[in-house]
């Protein structure tokens, strides 16, 4: 009985991914066609830069890396046997959360009725209830 209900709303939470996802499809394929000129890759070979620019970017990234390894590290030596180590364990499941609740936040100012899409589209906004009934 439930299972008709139950595929409706995977197809709606499918849409709905689907409406959050589609503005990127457009800036995608302005993204990729460039990649796709031949002219652009021989004009990136012969640009006498490259081979400086692949080594700063090699060195600043392992830079990154082995800092943020570093830090990680210490910070486990520093708290690891002792009651800090637990009190962080307990907190960094809100500290993981954190990226989700700022996605959901950005999705709740993108759709929400006084959000960005209500103001580019101004047929999506009901019209105004003069008793304050709805």
């Known amino acids: 009985m439930v299972t008709p209900l139950r595929y409706a709303l995977i197809f709606l939470l499918w849409a709905m991914v689907a409406v959050i996802y589609a503005p990127l499809i457009p800036a995608a394929l302005t993204l990729i066609s460039p990649a796709l000129s031949l002219t652009h890759w021989q004009a990136l070979f ?69 959000g960005l899409l209500y103001d580019y589209f101004p047929y999506f906004t009901p019209p105004m209830d003069r008793f304050g009934i709805g």
């Not at 800092?67 to 962080?88: F, H, S």
């Open 46 to 114: 012969a640009d006498p830069q490259l081979p400086h620019a692949l080594l700063a970017t090699l060195v600043s990234t392992t830079i990154a890396a082995v800092g943020a390894l570093l830090i990680a590290l210490l910070v486990i030596v520093a708290l690891w046997p002792g009651p800090k180590w637990q009190r962080m364990c307990a907190r960094l499941p809100w500290l993981l959360a954190i990226p989700h609740v700022a996605f959901a936040t950005s999705a709740l100012l993108l759709f929400a009725d006084g």
